[in-house]
Protein backbone atom coordinates (compact mmCIF):
# COMPACT_ATOMS: atom_id res chain seq x y z
CA UNK A 1 0.00 0.00 0.00
CA UNK A 2 1.25 3.30 -0.87
CA UNK A 3 0.35 6.96 0.06
CA UNK A 4 0.07 7.62 -3.69
CA UNK A 5 -2.58 9.87 -3.29
CA UNK A 6 -1.57 12.14 -0.19
CA UNK A 7 1.69 12.46 -1.74
CA UNK A 8 0.92 14.27 -4.91
CA UNK A 9 -1.70 16.56 -3.11
CA UNK A 10 1.65 17.63 -1.26
CA UNK A 11 3.29 17.62 -4.71
CA UNK A 12 0.88 19.92 -5.87
CA UNK A 13 0.55 22.33 -2.76
CA UNK A 14 4.19 22.41 -3.21
CA UNK A 15 4.15 24.07 -6.69
CA UNK A 16 1.46 26.30 -5.74
CA UNK A 17 1.24 27.79 -2.35
CA UNK A 18 4.98 28.46 -2.04
CA UNK A 19 6.72 25.36 -0.62
CA UNK A 20 3.90 25.14 2.35
CA UNK A 21 3.24 21.76 3.55
CA UNK A 22 0.19 19.89 3.26
CA UNK A 23 -1.36 19.11 7.11
CA UNK A 24 -3.89 17.23 8.60
CA UNK A 25 -6.66 19.10 9.16
CA UNK A 26 -7.74 19.28 13.20
CA UNK A 27 -11.20 19.67 14.74
CA UNK A 28 -11.97 23.08 16.16
CA UNK A 29 -11.19 22.40 19.57
CA UNK A 30 -7.58 20.56 19.38
CA UNK A 31 -6.81 23.33 16.63
CA UNK A 32 -7.46 25.94 19.07
CA UNK A 33 -6.30 24.68 22.37
CA UNK A 34 -4.06 21.57 22.27
CA UNK A 35 -0.52 22.10 21.45
CA UNK A 36 1.18 20.16 18.70
CA UNK A 37 4.02 17.57 19.73
CA UNK A 38 6.03 17.59 16.36
CA UNK A 39 7.81 14.37 16.02
CA UNK A 40 11.63 14.64 15.61
CA UNK A 41 13.77 12.00 14.23
CA UNK A 42 10.67 9.88 12.73
CA UNK A 43 12.70 8.41 9.23
CA UNK A 44 10.46 5.83 8.46
CA UNK A 45 10.15 2.48 8.86
CA UNK A 46 13.46 0.58 10.68
CA UNK A 47 13.92 -2.70 12.52
CA UNK A 48 15.35 -0.79 15.01
CA UNK A 49 14.07 3.06 15.56
CA UNK A 50 13.27 5.70 17.88
CA UNK A 51 11.75 9.33 17.68
CA UNK A 52 10.13 11.85 20.15
CA UNK A 53 6.94 14.31 20.26
CA UNK A 54 7.88 16.11 23.11
CA UNK A 55 7.92 15.50 25.69
CA UNK A 56 7.30 12.04 25.03
CA UNK A 57 9.81 9.58 24.08
CA UNK A 58 9.10 6.18 21.07
CA UNK A 59 12.00 4.10 21.82
CA UNK A 60 13.08 0.10 22.32
CA UNK A 61 11.35 -0.74 18.83
CA UNK A 62 11.56 -3.96 17.79
CA UNK A 63 9.34 -5.42 14.67
CA UNK A 64 8.60 -9.31 13.78
CA UNK A 65 9.99 -10.43 16.89
CA UNK A 66 9.36 -10.61 21.04
CA UNK A 67 11.56 -9.28 23.64
CA UNK A 68 9.17 -8.30 26.31
CA UNK A 69 8.42 -10.77 29.02
CA UNK A 70 5.79 -11.26 31.56
CA UNK A 71 3.10 -9.78 29.39
CA UNK A 72 0.77 -12.52 29.92
CA UNK A 73 -2.62 -13.11 27.51
CA UNK A 74 -1.98 -11.21 24.48
CA UNK A 75 -5.23 -12.00 22.98
CA UNK A 76 -4.32 -12.17 19.58
CA UNK A 77 -2.33 -14.70 17.87
CA UNK A 78 0.29 -13.46 16.27
CA UNK A 79 1.64 -16.86 14.31
CA UNK A 80 0.24 -15.46 11.13
CA UNK A 81 0.57 -11.71 11.24
CA UNK A 82 2.21 -9.62 8.58
CA UNK A 83 4.26 -7.62 10.99
CA UNK A 84 4.36 -7.59 14.70
CA UNK A 85 6.36 -4.87 16.11
CA UNK A 86 6.62 -3.44 19.67
CA UNK A 87 7.87 -0.21 21.72
CA UNK A 88 8.21 1.69 24.66
CA UNK A 89 6.55 5.28 25.32
CA UNK A 90 8.17 7.20 28.21
CA UNK A 91 6.92 10.78 29.63
CA UNK A 92 9.64 12.58 32.48
CA UNK A 93 8.06 12.07 35.63
CA UNK A 94 5.27 9.81 34.30
CA UNK A 95 5.30 5.85 34.32
CA UNK A 96 6.22 5.04 30.97
CA UNK A 97 3.78 2.55 28.73
CA UNK A 98 4.70 -0.29 26.46
CA UNK A 99 2.99 -1.46 23.55
CA UNK A 100 2.78 -5.21 21.44
CA UNK A 101 1.05 -4.58 18.11
CA UNK A 102 0.63 -7.08 15.15
CA UNK A 103 -0.79 -6.04 11.39
CA UNK A 104 -2.86 -8.95 9.80
CA UNK A 105 -3.23 -11.06 12.95
CA UNK A 106 -6.10 -13.44 14.09
CA UNK A 107 -7.49 -13.09 16.94
CA UNK A 108 -10.89 -14.13 18.86
CA UNK A 109 -14.34 -13.13 19.28
CA UNK A 110 -15.36 -14.57 22.42
CA UNK A 111 -12.11 -13.02 24.28
CA UNK A 112 -12.89 -9.53 22.29
CA UNK A 113 -16.46 -8.87 23.27
CA UNK A 114 -15.70 -9.79 26.84
CA UNK A 115 -13.24 -7.86 26.98
CA UNK A 116 -14.99 -4.81 25.27
CA UNK A 117 -18.99 -5.42 26.85
CA UNK A 118 -20.39 -7.32 24.08
CA UNK A 119 -20.34 -5.36 20.86
CA UNK A 120 -16.67 -4.54 18.87
CA UNK A 121 -18.73 -2.58 16.66
CA UNK A 122 -15.24 -3.25 14.05
CA UNK A 123 -14.66 -5.91 11.16
CA UNK A 124 -11.09 -7.36 11.91
CA UNK A 125 -10.06 -9.26 8.88
CA UNK A 126 -7.23 -10.40 7.03
CA UNK A 127 -4.23 -7.91 6.35
CA UNK A 128 -6.10 -4.85 6.90
CA UNK A 129 -6.29 -5.01 10.99
CA UNK A 130 -4.42 -3.63 13.68
CA UNK A 131 -4.31 -5.18 17.19
CA UNK A 132 -2.53 -3.75 20.34
CA UNK A 133 -2.06 -4.15 23.61
CA UNK A 134 -0.90 -1.37 25.79
CA UNK A 135 -0.18 -1.49 29.34
CA UNK A 136 1.68 0.85 31.76
CA UNK A 137 4.96 -0.28 33.12
CA UNK A 138 4.72 -1.88 37.16
CA UNK A 139 1.15 -2.13 36.75
CA UNK A 140 -1.47 -4.55 35.38
CA UNK A 141 -3.31 -1.46 33.63
CA UNK A 142 -3.73 -2.71 29.97
CA UNK A 143 -5.72 -1.49 27.13
CA UNK A 144 -6.71 -3.16 24.14
CA UNK A 145 -6.32 -1.29 20.62
CA UNK A 146 -8.94 -3.26 18.07
CA UNK A 147 -9.09 -1.23 14.01
CA UNK A 148 -10.34 -3.05 11.42
CA UNK A 149 -10.73 -2.47 7.48
CA UNK A 150 -14.18 -3.50 6.27
CA UNK A 151 -14.82 -3.65 2.15
CA UNK A 152 -15.60 -0.26 0.95
CA UNK A 153 -13.94 1.84 3.76
CA UNK A 154 -10.81 3.92 3.35
CA UNK A 155 -9.25 3.66 6.51
CA UNK A 156 -8.66 1.78 9.95
CA UNK A 157 -11.42 2.62 12.34
CA UNK A 158 -11.89 0.80 15.73
CA UNK A 159 -11.58 1.03 19.71
CA UNK A 160 -9.41 1.89 22.30
CA UNK A 161 -10.61 0.16 25.52
CA UNK A 162 -9.81 -1.34 28.69
CA UNK A 163 -13.12 -2.61 29.49
CA UNK A 164 -14.76 0.58 31.32
CA UNK A 165 -13.35 2.99 29.14
CA UNK A 166 -13.90 3.36 25.13
CA UNK A 167 -11.90 5.98 22.57
CA UNK A 168 -13.48 5.85 19.37
CA UNK A 169 -10.57 6.06 17.05
CA UNK A 170 -11.54 6.47 13.35
CA UNK A 171 -8.97 7.33 10.35
CA UNK A 172 -9.07 11.28 8.65
CA UNK A 173 -8.89 12.17 5.73
CA UNK A 174 -9.06 15.83 5.35
CA UNK A 175 -5.85 18.30 4.98
CA UNK A 176 -5.79 21.95 5.07
CA UNK A 177 -6.68 24.04 2.52
CA UNK A 178 -8.11 20.92 0.48
CA UNK A 179 -11.90 21.16 -0.30
CA UNK A 180 -12.00 17.37 -1.09
CA UNK A 181 -10.84 14.66 1.41
CA UNK A 182 -7.77 12.27 0.26
CA UNK A 183 -8.38 8.92 -0.44
CA UNK A 184 -5.79 7.79 2.29
CA UNK A 185 -5.45 8.65 5.58
CA UNK A 186 -3.53 11.86 6.79
CA UNK A 187 -3.91 10.89 10.27
CA UNK A 188 -6.53 10.00 12.87
CA UNK A 189 -8.72 10.82 15.51
CA UNK A 190 -9.32 9.41 19.18
CA UNK A 191 -12.21 10.37 20.78
CA UNK A 192 -14.29 10.15 23.63
CA UNK A 193 -18.01 10.32 24.61
CA UNK A 194 -18.15 12.04 20.85
CA UNK A 195 -15.42 14.88 21.55
CA UNK A 196 -12.06 14.55 19.88
CA UNK A 197 -9.20 14.50 22.53
CA UNK A 198 -6.45 13.79 20.37
CA UNK A 199 -5.23 13.41 17.01
CA UNK A 200 -2.29 11.47 15.12
CA UNK A 201 -0.92 13.41 11.66
CA UNK A 202 0.98 10.34 10.08
CA UNK A 203 2.05 12.11 7.36
CA UNK A 204 5.35 14.43 6.69
CA UNK A 205 7.34 13.87 10.23
CA UNK A 206 4.50 13.16 12.02
CA UNK A 207 2.64 15.20 15.06
CA UNK A 208 0.74 14.51 18.05
CA UNK A 209 -2.28 16.64 19.46
CA UNK A 210 -3.50 15.70 23.12
CA UNK A 211 -6.38 18.02 24.76
CA UNK A 212 -5.27 19.78 28.14
CA UNK A 213 -8.36 18.66 29.59
CA UNK A 214 -7.74 14.85 29.39
CA UNK A 215 -6.52 13.54 32.71
CA UNK A 216 -2.87 13.03 33.63
CA UNK A 217 -3.40 9.39 33.74
CA UNK A 218 -4.21 9.37 30.25
CA UNK A 219 -1.94 11.21 28.94
CA UNK A 220 0.57 8.36 28.70
CA UNK A 221 -2.62 5.82 27.08
CA UNK A 222 -2.93 8.40 24.64
CA UNK A 223 0.82 8.59 23.23
CA UNK A 224 1.30 5.32 23.32
CA UNK A 225 -1.47 4.59 20.92
CA UNK A 226 0.23 7.69 18.61
CA UNK A 227 3.20 5.39 18.68
CA UNK A 228 1.68 2.48 17.09
CA UNK A 229 -0.24 4.36 14.79
CA UNK A 230 2.66 6.37 13.87
CA UNK A 231 4.73 2.85 13.59
CA UNK A 232 2.09 1.36 11.23
CA UNK A 233 1.74 3.85 9.08
CA UNK A 234 5.73 3.59 8.61
CA UNK A 235 4.95 0.03 7.78
CA UNK A 236 2.50 1.00 5.11
CA UNK A 237 4.78 3.46 3.49
CA UNK A 238 7.19 0.33 2.14
Request: net charge positive; hydrophobic share 45%.
Amino acid sequence: MKRTAVLLVLAALVSSSGCQMARMSLPANLAAEAREMACRGRQGFKFNEAFTFEPFKVTDVHRSWTTIQGWGDAWFNTARARQRYEFTVAEPGAPAWEGRCAVGAEFTNVEIRGFLGGDVEVEVFGEQSLLGLLKERGTERSWRLVLGQSTGQRSLRGVLANGNLRFRVQGHHRLTRIPLPVSEAAGYLLSLDGEAVAAVEVINKGAVWIHPSVKPELRGLLAAAAAALLLYQDLLAL
